[in-house]
């Protein structure tokens, strides 16, 4: 069970829970086509999102297997939402979860991905007591890779046409971090 505290502040972001008030951003951010590339699902229409907030608006603590942890990333110095991280409990017996992470372009290049998913990582190891916490992406994705290695993470597989993709085989890289692992590049 894990309840977080919100909002969450790192050095330079603040993570807390989606609200109403964010579907400008969220439109603005999951509607663009270069955001979505290797996302499953399309870009999405004003509707689409406001669909899509509401789903993430309740996704604010982990109470069993299968809930989902998605909070806006709010960059202060530009202040509006965009980003969005999430953890997913994935498994109660084996204590597994997975972390995903979306950027708005604008936000791009300063590292406040990793910040946020690492804020991920801490609440699924010290929060939940994970022992095992994985991430997936597309293998053409390199910046999703890049921000998995800078986390410490370990490239675990490549899946080759593991599944269809858009319309097409697709392959996927899978990266993962244990709770020994991550605790050691803590101290
Ligand atoms: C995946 C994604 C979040 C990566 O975003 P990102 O901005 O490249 O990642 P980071 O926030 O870790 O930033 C790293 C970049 O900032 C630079 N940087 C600048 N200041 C930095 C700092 N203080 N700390 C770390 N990196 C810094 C790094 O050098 C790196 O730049 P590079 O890509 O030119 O090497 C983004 O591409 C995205 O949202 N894509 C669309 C959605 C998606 O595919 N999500 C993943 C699904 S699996």
Redesign the pocket.
């Known amino acids: 069970m894990l309840r977080p505290d919100y909002p969450i502040r790192t050095a330079r972001l603040v993570l807390r829970p989606f609200a109403e008030s964010d579907l400008d951003d969220v439109h603005d951010l999951r509607s663009r086509p270069?955001?979505?590339?290797?996302?499953y699902g399309e870009p999405l229409s004003r509707d689409e999102a406001r669909e899509f907030l509401g789903g993430r608006m309740e996704a604010v603590a982990l109470e069993k297997e299968g809930d989902s942890l998605a909070l806006a990333v709010v960059v202060p110095r530009l202040g509006r939402v965009l980003?969005q991280v999430s953890l997913n409990w994935r498994s109660a017996e084996h204590a597994q979860g997975e972390v995903?992470?979306?950027?708005h372009p604008d936000?791009?290049?300063?590292?406040?991905?990793?910040?946020a998913a690492a804020q991920m990582l801490r609440l699924g190891f010290e929060g939940l007591g994970l022992h095992r916490v994985y991430?997936?992406?597309?293998d053409r994705?390199t910046?999703?890779a890049?921000?998995m290695e800078?986390l410490g993470m370990r490239r675990e597989a490549h899946l080759v046409e593991n599944g269809v993709f858009k319309g097409e085989w697709g392959s996927e890289l899978v990266y993962a971090v244990l709770a020994r692992e991550w605790k050691e590049r803590q101290a």
């Open positions: 270069e955001v979505s590339r290797y996302l980003g995903g992470f979306v950027f936000a791009q290049g300063h590292g406040y991905a990793t910040e991430g997936r992406c597309d994705n910046k999703s890049a921000v800078r």
